[in-house]
């Protein structure tokens, strides 16, 4: 148990870290477009950014040191996802919010009210509890159908992002933000059903409709994560993100994989459960009215 939480613990700070850097880069990339009257070639007709202007993002120093705190945040929540309940394992690092938020004041210039810091007060709070009621990973057995399900999904989702974000352009940034964390929540998933790690059988683990999830959904979240950083607001994007892949993967343990809380606390861990929700909920709401352009917070950084 206590592996699982340092684990998911190292995740948080990975992830919530490399929000904040791959969001400086998005709109550092964004910013030097428009300083060079490349702007209108770096934005799509439907107002969202092309594929040209993600891969520049993508390539900047700050977006690449952010990338590899994604791989630690990675391989935390893969241990974390095995060793311990998944509603408790996503909610640790639903927090990544807070480490988000903290940095962006400082690298983003962005400037958060009262009320989004008693929304993420509500979501720390509410992580605590759930420490404290988690019981047991459950340890169900399924069949191949849920193996190729996790897979469909992945797949399913990856289009749903894509098409939303030439329907939305430049209102997607919520939206691609959440199926980015839904599709994160299916990786999640994956990696808990995943076979031939224990022990390690590369065949197995290869040949395993999982593990092709665990790319799809890994690249495709990234994908569409790394979109509604330019798009929008940081921390609306990342409270989006938050609840995809808390409450998926939160459910389908418990439904699914047999998750438990300990005997007597069901109760305790639905309001925690809906508590962490709902406060990442509130920042995203609230995150989404902020300027998302980058000429504010990143020309102040720059500056």
Known sequence: MLAGLMAGVLACVGYGTASVLQAYGARRSAADAHVLGKGEAAVAASGGPTLRSTISAALTPSFIAGMLLDIIGFAGSAISARLIPLFLSQTIISANLLVTAILGIVVLGIRLHRRDWLAIAIVLLSLVVLGFAAGHPGEKAVGRAMHWGVLVAAVLLLAAGIALIRVLGARAAVSAGL?????????????????????????????????????????GGFYLFTVALQLGSVNGAAAALVVGETVVPGIAGVLLLGDTARSGLGWLVSIAFVGAVGGAVAVARFGASEQGHVAGPVAGAGA
């Open 179 to 219: 199926i980015a964390g839904v599709s994160f929540g299916a990786m999640a998933v994956a990696v808990r059903v995943l076979d031939g790690v224990d022990p390690l059988k590369l065949s197995v683990l290869l040949s395993d409709p999982a593990s092709w999830t665990i790319a799809i959904a890994g690249l």
